[in-house]
């Protein structure tokens, strides 16, 4: 995946690498200033509990070390043209996630199955069990980074714990720590 730059850059000052003529047509001309390789990763986030569309992001790393202004950009998927979108400011060598929409050759399902327990030395208490089944099928030619996110359940009032029981999980699970 690559994003090439469309659009004027304002309100920061960039030293062009090299002179250029312009030539006198009452027009405007736009004028590369600088081309720099930069780091992109395509990847894919599903909130299944929500919906089990599949969301498209690139996440880009700015190369500079000045800001990349906000502007027009168009987006590239192994040479082919996908969507023109807007690009929010990225920080100097610092990194911007831009959304590519739904992606249609990933399918996720969620199937939750819910029982209650007794428990105590009469059973005289319920505990309830939650199980949450996700399963993903990806149907395109190539292995893809999906980055499956589901809401854990919390005390409520007047419970004393949750207990968690992790079963399998291919690949292993990491901890989602937001921006």
Same mark, same amino acid.
Request: hydrophobic share 35%.
């Given at each position: 995946?690559?994003?090439?730059? =469309?659009?004027? =850059?304002? !309100?920061?000052?960039?030293?062009?690498?090299?002179?250029?003529?312009?030539?006198?047509? $009452?027009?405007?001309?736009?004028?590369?200033?600088?081309?720099?390789?930069?780091?992109?990763?395509? %990847?894919?986030?599903?909130?299944?509990?929500?919906?089990?569309?599949?969301?498209?992001?690139?996440?880009?790393?700015?190369?500079? $070390?000045?800001?990349?202004?906000?502007?027009?950009?168009?987006?590239?998927?192994? %040479?082919?043209? @996908? @969507?023109?979108?807007?690009?929010?400011?990225?920080?100097?060598? %610092?990194? @911007?996630?831009?959304?590519?929409?739904? !992606?249609?050759?990933?399918?996720?399902?969620?199937?939750?199955?819910?029982? !209650?327990?007794?428990?105590?030395?009469? %059973?005289?208490?319920?505990?309830?069990?939650?199980?949450?089944?996700?399963?993903?099928?990806?149907?395109?030619?190539?292995?893809?980074? @999906?980055?499956?996110? !589901?809401?854990?359940?919390?005390?409520?009032?007047?419970?004393?714990?949750?207990?968690?029981?992790?079963?399998?999980?291919?690949?292993?699970?990491?901890?989602?720590?937001?921006?």
């Amino acid at each position: 995946a690559r994003l090439e730059p =469309c659009g004027s =850059c304002r !309100e920061y000052v960039y030293a062009a690498e090299s002179t250029a003529d312009i030539p006198s047509d $009452d027009d405007y001309h736009g004028i590369p200033l600088m081309s720099r390789p930069a780091t992109i990763e395509l %990847g894919y986030v599903v909130v299944p509990r929500e919906s089990t569309d599949v969301f498209r992001f690139v996440k880009l790393h700015n190369p500079l $070390d000045a800001p990349l202004l906000p502007g027009p950009a168009d987006v590239y998927i192994g %040479g082919d043209y @996908l @969507l023109s979108t807007d690009l929010r400011v990225a920080a100097p060598r %610092g990194e @911007l996630k831009v959304g590519l929409g739904v !992606e249609q050759a990933i399918k996720v399902s969620r199937n939750t199955n819910y029982t !209650e327990e007794s428990h105590g030395m009469l %059973g005289g208490s319920l505990s309830p069990r939650h199980e949450i089944t996700i399963e993903v099928a990806n149907r395109q030619a190539r292995p893809i980074n @999906l980055e499956v996110q !589901e809401r854990l359940p919390t005390l409520r009032e007047k419970e004393d714990e949750i207990q968690f029981d992790l079963a399998q999980v291919d690949p292993p699970w990491t901890a989602y720590d937001p921006e």
